[in-house]
Protein backbone atom coordinates (compact mmCIF):
# COMPACT_ATOMS: atom_id res chain seq x y z
CA UNK A 1 0.00 0.00 0.00
CA UNK A 2 1.19 3.55 -0.66
CA UNK A 3 -0.30 6.58 1.34
CA UNK A 4 -0.34 10.16 0.50
CA UNK A 5 -1.37 13.37 1.47
CA UNK A 6 -3.04 15.55 -2.05
CA UNK A 7 -3.00 19.23 -1.56
CA UNK A 8 -3.52 21.83 -3.45
CA UNK A 9 -4.40 25.78 -4.37
CA UNK A 10 -3.19 26.69 -0.56
CA UNK A 11 -2.67 30.43 -1.84
CA UNK A 12 -0.31 30.90 0.86
CA UNK A 13 0.14 34.57 1.02
CA UNK A 14 -3.35 35.14 -0.08
CA UNK A 15 -5.70 37.99 1.73
CA UNK A 16 -9.19 37.35 2.17
CA UNK A 17 -12.44 38.59 0.46
CA UNK A 18 -9.93 41.50 -0.85
CA UNK A 19 -10.14 44.48 1.40
CA UNK A 20 -12.66 43.74 3.97
CA UNK A 21 -12.15 46.58 6.80
CA UNK A 22 -11.09 44.06 9.70
CA UNK A 23 -10.29 45.52 12.80
CA UNK A 24 -6.81 44.70 14.26
CA UNK A 25 -7.41 41.36 16.06
CA UNK A 26 -8.68 40.10 13.11
CA UNK A 27 -6.21 41.21 10.94
CA UNK A 28 -3.55 39.22 13.13
CA UNK A 29 -5.79 36.44 13.06
CA UNK A 30 -6.05 36.44 9.37
CA UNK A 31 -2.56 37.11 8.88
CA UNK A 32 -1.43 33.84 10.69
CA UNK A 33 -4.50 31.88 9.22
CA UNK A 34 -2.44 30.96 6.08
CA UNK A 35 0.71 29.69 7.70
CA UNK A 36 -1.33 27.68 10.22
CA UNK A 37 -3.09 25.75 7.58
CA UNK A 38 0.14 24.80 6.15
CA UNK A 39 1.03 23.58 9.75
CA UNK A 40 -1.97 21.60 9.84
CA UNK A 41 -1.33 19.90 6.82
CA UNK A 42 1.99 18.96 7.55
CA UNK A 43 0.61 17.81 10.94
CA UNK A 44 -1.68 15.54 9.13
CA UNK A 45 1.04 14.09 7.04
CA UNK A 46 2.72 13.48 10.40
CA UNK A 47 0.07 11.88 11.99
CA UNK A 48 -0.98 9.55 9.31
CA UNK A 49 2.60 8.66 8.80
CA UNK A 50 2.15 8.95 4.97
CA UNK A 51 4.77 8.12 2.58
CA UNK A 52 4.72 11.73 1.11
CA UNK A 53 3.40 14.48 0.52
CA UNK A 54 1.90 16.54 -2.98
CA UNK A 55 1.10 19.82 -3.56
CA UNK A 56 -0.39 19.97 -7.02
CA UNK A 57 0.42 23.80 -7.52
CA UNK A 58 -1.16 27.70 -6.36
CA UNK A 59 0.65 26.74 -3.11
CA UNK A 60 1.86 30.26 -3.21
CA UNK A 61 -0.83 32.99 -4.37
CA UNK A 62 1.78 35.04 -6.83
CA UNK A 63 5.17 34.02 -8.47
CA UNK A 64 7.11 36.20 -5.94
CA UNK A 65 6.20 35.14 -2.66
CA UNK A 66 7.13 37.20 0.51
CA UNK A 67 11.24 35.70 2.13
CA UNK A 68 8.69 35.59 5.27
CA UNK A 69 6.10 33.17 3.17
CA UNK A 70 9.72 31.24 1.91
CA UNK A 71 11.09 30.68 5.19
CA UNK A 72 8.41 29.78 6.59
CA UNK A 73 6.94 26.80 3.74
CA UNK A 74 10.53 25.99 4.01
CA UNK A 75 10.49 25.62 7.80
CA UNK A 76 7.41 23.55 7.64
CA UNK A 77 8.81 20.95 4.95
CA UNK A 78 12.07 20.63 6.73
CA UNK A 79 9.49 19.50 10.02
CA UNK A 80 8.60 16.61 6.86
CA UNK A 81 12.45 15.98 6.16
CA UNK A 82 13.19 15.20 9.41
CA UNK A 83 10.48 12.39 9.63
CA UNK A 84 11.76 11.31 5.78
CA UNK A 85 8.62 12.37 4.24
CA UNK A 86 9.05 13.30 0.83
CA UNK A 87 7.44 16.60 -0.90
CA UNK A 88 6.68 16.57 -4.82
CA UNK A 89 5.53 19.66 -6.10
CA UNK A 90 4.36 21.37 -9.28
CA UNK A 91 3.90 24.96 -9.48
CA UNK A 92 0.10 26.18 -11.13
CA UNK A 93 -1.04 29.65 -13.19
CA UNK A 94 -0.68 31.67 -9.40
CA UNK A 95 3.20 30.33 -8.94
CA UNK A 96 4.46 30.04 -11.77
CA UNK A 97 8.19 28.87 -11.76
CA UNK A 98 10.82 31.21 -11.98
CA UNK A 99 13.86 30.22 -9.96
CA UNK A 100 15.22 33.66 -9.23
CA UNK A 101 12.11 34.41 -7.10
CA UNK A 102 13.50 31.89 -4.60
CA UNK A 103 16.22 33.01 -1.82
CA UNK A 104 16.20 29.65 -0.36
CA UNK A 105 17.45 26.35 -1.02
CA UNK A 106 14.16 23.73 -1.02
CA UNK A 107 14.87 21.40 1.45
CA UNK A 108 16.51 18.08 0.12
CA UNK A 109 13.32 15.82 0.41
CA UNK A 110 10.98 18.52 -1.34
CA UNK A 111 11.43 16.93 -5.42
CA UNK A 112 10.31 19.53 -7.95
CA UNK A 113 8.76 19.82 -11.35
CA UNK A 114 10.27 22.90 -12.29
CA UNK A 115 9.62 22.47 -16.95
CA UNK A 116 6.45 22.91 -18.57
CA UNK A 117 7.69 19.42 -20.39
CA UNK A 118 6.15 16.69 -18.68
CA UNK A 119 9.02 14.01 -16.43
CA UNK A 120 8.46 11.73 -14.41
CA UNK A 121 9.93 10.75 -10.97
CA UNK A 122 10.22 7.28 -10.16
CA UNK A 123 11.30 5.93 -6.02
CA UNK A 124 10.68 3.18 -4.19
CA UNK A 125 8.94 3.35 -1.08
CA UNK A 126 10.59 1.44 2.46
CA UNK A 127 8.01 -1.60 1.32
CA UNK A 128 10.42 -2.08 -1.42
CA UNK A 129 7.03 -0.94 -4.09
CA UNK A 130 7.71 0.96 -6.65
CA UNK A 131 6.28 4.22 -7.74
CA UNK A 132 6.26 6.67 -10.54
CA UNK A 133 4.87 10.65 -10.37
CA UNK A 134 4.41 12.24 -13.97
CA UNK A 135 3.61 16.19 -13.78
CA UNK A 136 4.84 19.36 -15.37
CA UNK A 137 4.98 22.88 -13.93
CA UNK A 138 3.50 26.09 -15.20
CA UNK A 139 6.52 28.24 -16.34
CA UNK A 140 3.96 31.42 -17.50
CA UNK A 141 0.77 32.79 -16.20
CA UNK A 142 -1.11 30.13 -18.96
CA UNK A 143 -0.94 26.69 -20.73
CA UNK A 144 -2.93 26.09 -23.84
CA UNK A 145 -1.64 23.27 -24.45
CA UNK A 146 -3.57 19.84 -23.67
CA UNK A 147 -0.75 18.38 -21.34
CA UNK A 148 -2.01 15.50 -20.90
CA UNK A 149 -1.75 14.06 -24.16
CA UNK A 150 2.49 14.11 -23.55
CA UNK A 151 2.07 12.03 -19.93
CA UNK A 152 3.64 8.76 -20.93
CA UNK A 153 1.28 5.51 -20.86
CA UNK A 154 1.45 3.22 -17.08
CA UNK A 155 5.28 2.94 -16.23
CA UNK A 156 5.82 -0.41 -14.95
CA UNK A 157 5.99 0.00 -11.28
CA UNK A 158 3.62 -0.64 -8.78
CA UNK A 159 1.91 2.86 -8.62
CA UNK A 160 1.64 5.52 -11.26
CA UNK A 161 0.61 8.74 -10.32
CA UNK A 162 -0.25 12.30 -12.53
CA UNK A 163 -0.15 15.63 -10.87
CA UNK A 164 -2.06 18.00 -13.17
CA UNK A 165 -2.67 21.37 -12.62
CA UNK A 166 -5.53 22.84 -14.94
CA UNK A 167 -9.06 22.58 -16.20
CA UNK A 168 -11.51 20.40 -18.06
CA UNK A 169 -11.69 21.73 -21.74
CA UNK A 170 -10.43 21.90 -24.79
CA UNK A 171 -7.11 23.74 -26.73
CA UNK A 172 -9.61 25.89 -28.12
CA UNK A 173 -11.61 26.74 -24.75
CA UNK A 174 -8.99 27.28 -21.93
CA UNK A 175 -5.87 28.68 -20.84
CA UNK A 176 -4.95 26.40 -17.93
CA UNK A 177 -3.64 23.03 -19.75
CA UNK A 178 -6.77 21.94 -20.47
CA UNK A 179 -7.77 18.44 -20.25
CA UNK A 180 -10.70 15.57 -20.40
CA UNK A 181 -11.36 12.68 -18.10
CA UNK A 182 -11.41 10.49 -20.83
CA UNK A 183 -7.78 11.33 -21.89
CA UNK A 184 -6.23 10.47 -18.51
CA UNK A 185 -8.35 7.43 -17.76
CA UNK A 186 -6.95 6.30 -20.88
CA UNK A 187 -3.18 6.57 -19.15
CA UNK A 188 -4.22 4.04 -16.57
CA UNK A 189 -2.20 5.61 -13.86
CA UNK A 190 -4.04 4.71 -9.98
CA UNK A 191 -4.22 8.09 -9.32
CA UNK A 192 -4.49 11.71 -10.75
CA UNK A 193 -3.54 14.44 -8.51
CA UNK A 194 -5.11 17.63 -9.46
CA UNK A 195 -5.34 21.54 -8.90
CA UNK A 196 -6.88 25.00 -9.76
CA UNK A 197 -10.30 24.23 -9.23
CA UNK A 198 -11.12 25.06 -5.31
CA UNK A 199 -14.54 23.25 -4.82
CA UNK A 200 -13.51 19.11 -4.23
CA UNK A 201 -14.16 17.39 -7.16
CA UNK A 202 -14.36 13.71 -8.21
CA UNK A 203 -14.42 13.65 -12.28
CA UNK A 204 -13.91 10.15 -13.08
CA UNK A 205 -16.47 7.25 -12.57
CA UNK A 206 -13.66 4.69 -10.90
CA UNK A 207 -12.87 8.45 -8.14
CA UNK A 208 -9.23 8.59 -8.87
CA UNK A 209 -9.30 11.43 -11.14
CA UNK A 210 -9.53 13.87 -7.93
CA UNK A 211 -9.65 17.59 -6.91
CA UNK A 212 -9.30 17.74 -3.49
CA UNK A 213 -10.63 21.87 -2.86
CA UNK A 214 -8.85 24.67 -1.27
CA UNK A 215 -7.68 24.04 2.16
CA UNK A 216 -8.43 27.41 3.19
CA UNK A 217 -11.31 29.67 1.91
CA UNK A 218 -10.55 32.98 1.02
CA UNK A 219 -14.05 34.10 -0.25
CA UNK A 220 -17.13 33.36 0.77
CA UNK A 221 -17.61 31.27 -2.67
CA UNK A 222 -14.98 29.27 -1.09
CA UNK A 223 -16.51 28.32 2.33
CA UNK A 224 -17.37 24.75 1.39
CA UNK A 225 -12.84 24.01 0.04
CA UNK A 226 -11.57 23.33 2.67
CA UNK A 227 -9.67 20.12 2.80
CA UNK A 228 -6.76 18.12 1.71
CA UNK A 229 -7.36 14.20 0.64
CA UNK A 230 -5.38 11.59 2.61
CA UNK A 231 -5.06 8.64 -0.12
CA UNK A 232 -4.26 5.33 0.50
CA UNK A 233 -3.71 2.94 -3.08
CA UNK A 234 -3.47 -0.72 -2.63
CA UNK A 235 -2.84 -3.35 -5.67
CA UNK A 236 -6.63 -4.12 -5.94
CA UNK A 237 -8.51 -0.97 -3.94
CA UNK A 238 -7.86 2.12 -2.59
CA UNK A 239 -10.01 5.42 -0.79
CA UNK A 240 -9.60 8.85 -0.39
CA UNK A 241 -10.48 10.98 2.77
CA UNK A 242 -11.20 14.06 2.54
CA UNK A 243 -9.48 16.12 6.27
CA UNK A 244 -10.60 19.44 6.99
CA UNK A 245 -7.57 22.08 7.88
CA UNK A 246 -9.10 25.16 7.34
CA UNK A 247 -8.21 27.91 10.07
CA UNK A 248 -11.24 30.55 9.07
CA UNK A 249 -14.89 29.25 8.55
CA UNK A 250 -17.07 31.84 6.38
CA UNK A 251 -20.71 31.43 7.63
CA UNK A 252 -24.15 33.05 6.84
CA UNK A 253 -26.75 33.34 8.94
CA UNK A 254 -30.37 34.77 8.89
CA UNK A 255 -31.66 36.52 11.60
CA UNK A 256 -35.25 37.44 12.23
CA UNK A 257 -36.66 41.29 13.05
CA UNK A 258 -40.09 40.69 13.15
CA UNK A 259 -40.40 40.92 16.87
CA UNK A 260 -38.27 44.20 16.90
CA UNK A 261 -40.40 46.98 18.39
CA UNK A 262 -37.74 49.68 19.37
CA UNK A 263 -34.19 49.76 17.82
CA UNK A 264 -32.27 49.41 21.24
CA UNK A 265 -33.61 45.33 20.80
CA UNK A 266 -31.24 45.25 17.77
CA UNK A 267 -28.20 43.98 19.87
CA UNK A 268 -30.02 41.46 22.00
CA UNK A 269 -31.57 39.95 19.48
CA UNK A 270 -28.54 39.17 17.26
CA UNK A 271 -27.02 38.21 20.20
CA UNK A 272 -29.99 35.71 21.09
CA UNK A 273 -30.15 34.38 17.40
CA UNK A 274 -25.95 34.12 16.13
CA UNK A 275 -24.69 30.83 16.81
CA UNK A 276 -21.13 29.98 14.85
CA UNK A 277 -21.36 25.76 14.05
CA UNK A 278 -17.84 25.30 16.17
CA UNK A 279 -15.26 26.38 17.83
CA UNK A 280 -13.03 27.56 14.78
CA UNK A 281 -12.75 31.15 13.98
CA UNK A 282 -15.58 32.12 11.86
CA UNK A 283 -16.23 35.05 9.51
CA UNK A 284 -19.89 35.95 9.87
CA UNK A 285 -22.40 37.87 7.08
CA UNK A 286 -25.94 38.39 8.66
CA UNK A 287 -29.10 38.38 6.18
CA UNK A 288 -31.67 40.70 7.97
CA UNK A 289 -35.28 39.67 7.43
CA UNK A 290 -38.52 41.15 8.30
CA UNK A 291 -37.23 44.58 8.96
CA UNK A 292 -39.28 46.67 7.18
CA UNK A 293 -41.40 47.48 10.22
CA UNK A 294 -38.05 49.67 11.40
CA UNK A 295 -38.38 52.56 9.15
CA UNK A 296 -35.88 54.21 6.64
CA UNK A 297 -33.67 55.66 9.34
CA UNK A 298 -32.38 52.18 10.18
CA UNK A 299 -32.09 51.38 6.75
CA UNK A 300 -29.68 54.37 6.14
CA UNK A 301 -27.48 53.16 9.24
CA UNK A 302 -27.31 49.55 7.92
CA UNK A 303 -26.32 50.89 4.43
CA UNK A 304 -23.92 53.45 6.02
CA UNK A 305 -21.86 50.92 8.02
CA UNK A 306 -23.09 51.70 11.15
CA UNK A 307 -24.84 49.28 12.88
CA UNK A 308 -22.21 47.05 11.24
CA UNK A 309 -19.52 49.36 13.42
CA UNK A 310 -21.74 49.07 16.36
CA UNK A 311 -22.37 44.96 16.62
CA UNK A 312 -18.71 44.65 15.73
CA UNK A 313 -17.68 46.87 18.87
CA UNK A 314 -20.50 45.08 21.29
CA UNK A 315 -19.65 41.53 20.07
CA UNK A 316 -16.13 41.51 20.68
CA UNK A 317 -16.91 42.34 24.42
CA UNK A 318 -18.33 38.50 24.55
CA UNK A 319 -16.61 36.67 22.63
CA UNK A 320 -13.38 36.10 20.16
CA UNK A 321 -14.68 33.11 18.23
CA UNK A 322 -16.32 35.28 15.07
CA UNK A 323 -16.25 38.41 13.28
CA UNK A 324 -19.28 40.27 11.74
CA UNK A 325 -17.83 41.46 8.28
CA UNK A 326 -21.40 42.09 6.36
CA UNK A 327 -25.02 42.71 7.13
CA UNK A 328 -27.24 42.24 4.39
CA UNK A 329 -31.33 43.15 4.12
CA UNK A 330 -33.19 40.51 2.53
CA UNK A 331 -36.32 41.34 1.21
CA UNK A 332 -38.86 39.59 1.40
CA UNK A 333 -40.73 37.28 -0.88
CA UNK A 334 -43.71 39.93 -2.41
CA UNK A 335 -40.97 42.72 -2.71
CA UNK A 336 -39.08 40.85 -4.34
CA UNK A 337 -41.59 39.56 -6.65
CA UNK A 338 -42.94 43.50 -6.94
CA UNK A 339 -39.28 44.17 -7.88
CA UNK A 340 -39.15 42.21 -10.72
CA UNK A 341 -42.51 42.60 -12.33
CA UNK A 342 -41.65 46.22 -12.47
CA UNK A 343 -38.19 45.49 -13.88
CA UNK A 344 -39.97 43.24 -16.62
CA UNK A 345 -42.72 46.14 -17.51
CA UNK A 346 -40.16 48.83 -17.84
CA UNK A 347 -38.03 46.93 -19.24
CA UNK A 348 -40.87 46.05 -22.12
CA UNK A 349 -42.31 49.87 -22.23
CA UNK A 350 -38.37 50.41 -22.92
CA UNK A 351 -38.39 48.58 -26.03
CA UNK A 352 -42.21 49.88 -27.40
CA UNK A 353 -41.19 53.33 -26.75
CA UNK A 354 -37.86 52.79 -29.04
CA UNK A 355 -39.88 50.84 -31.65
CA UNK A 356 -40.10 53.41 -34.54
CA UNK A 357 -36.97 54.34 -36.48
CA UNK A 358 -37.20 57.76 -36.18
CA UNK A 359 -37.23 57.19 -32.01
CA UNK A 360 -34.51 54.84 -32.64
CA UNK A 361 -31.80 57.11 -34.89
CA UNK A 362 -32.51 59.72 -32.83
CA UNK A 363 -31.08 58.15 -29.94
CA UNK A 364 -27.79 57.33 -31.95
CA UNK A 365 -27.41 60.45 -33.82
CA UNK A 366 -26.74 61.83 -30.27
CA UNK A 367 -24.70 59.27 -29.20
CA UNK A 368 -22.38 59.40 -32.50
CA UNK A 369 -22.85 62.98 -33.83
CA UNK A 370 -20.20 62.56 -36.48
CA UNK A 371 -21.98 62.93 -40.01
CA UNK A 372 -20.51 59.32 -41.03
CA UNK A 373 -22.27 57.68 -38.23
CA UNK A 374 -25.54 59.01 -39.16
CA UNK A 375 -25.25 58.16 -43.32
CA UNK A 376 -24.10 54.45 -41.47
CA UNK A 377 -27.20 54.26 -40.16
CA UNK A 378 -29.20 55.21 -43.38
CA UNK A 379 -27.62 52.93 -45.39
CA UNK A 380 -27.86 50.15 -42.78
CA UNK A 381 -31.73 49.66 -42.64
CA UNK A 382 -31.14 45.73 -40.68
CA UNK A 383 -29.01 47.29 -37.82
CA UNK A 384 -32.03 48.98 -35.93
CA UNK A 385 -33.99 45.38 -35.51
CA UNK A 386 -31.04 43.36 -35.24
CA UNK A 387 -29.57 45.65 -32.52
CA UNK A 388 -33.00 45.56 -30.36
CA UNK A 389 -32.74 41.91 -30.81
CA UNK A 390 -29.83 41.45 -29.71
CA UNK A 391 -30.20 43.85 -27.01
CA UNK A 392 -33.74 42.17 -25.90
CA UNK A 393 -32.32 38.92 -25.48
CA UNK A 394 -29.34 39.61 -23.54
CA UNK A 395 -32.05 41.24 -20.98
CA UNK A 396 -34.10 38.39 -20.92
CA UNK A 397 -30.57 36.69 -20.16
CA UNK A 398 -30.43 39.00 -17.00
CA UNK A 399 -33.76 38.74 -15.78
CA UNK A 400 -33.55 34.70 -15.59
CA UNK A 401 -30.84 35.03 -14.23
CA UNK A 402 -32.33 36.86 -11.53
CA UNK A 403 -35.49 34.72 -11.19
CA UNK A 404 -33.00 31.77 -11.45
CA UNK A 405 -31.18 32.70 -8.36
CA UNK A 406 -34.21 33.98 -5.89
Given at each position: ?23 K ?52 M ?62 H ?48 Y ?10 P ?27 V ?94 F ?17 T ?16 Q ?17 L ?30
Amino acid sequence: MVKFIHAADLHVDRSFEGSIPFDKRVQKKLLQANQMVLKNIVDQAVFHEVDFVLFAGDTFHQNKPSLKTQKYFFEQMERLNKLNISVYMIFGNHDYYQKERYWFDFPENVHLFVNEEVKTNEFKLNSGEKVAISAFSYCHPWIQQEKVLEFPSRANVDYHIGMYHGELGTRDHGNYAPFSSNQMQEKNYDYWALGHIHVPTVLSTNGRIVYPGAPQGHTRKEQTSISVSLVELKKSAYQTIPIEVAEVYWYRQKISFEHIRTTNEIFSMVQRQLEVPNNKFHLVELEITNYEHLGIDFVERINSGEVLEYLIGELSKYTSNFFIWRISLMKNTAQKQTILTVSKNLKHQLFESYQTSQDFKQILSELYSHPGAIKLLNELPDYQSETLIAAQELINQDFQFEEDNE
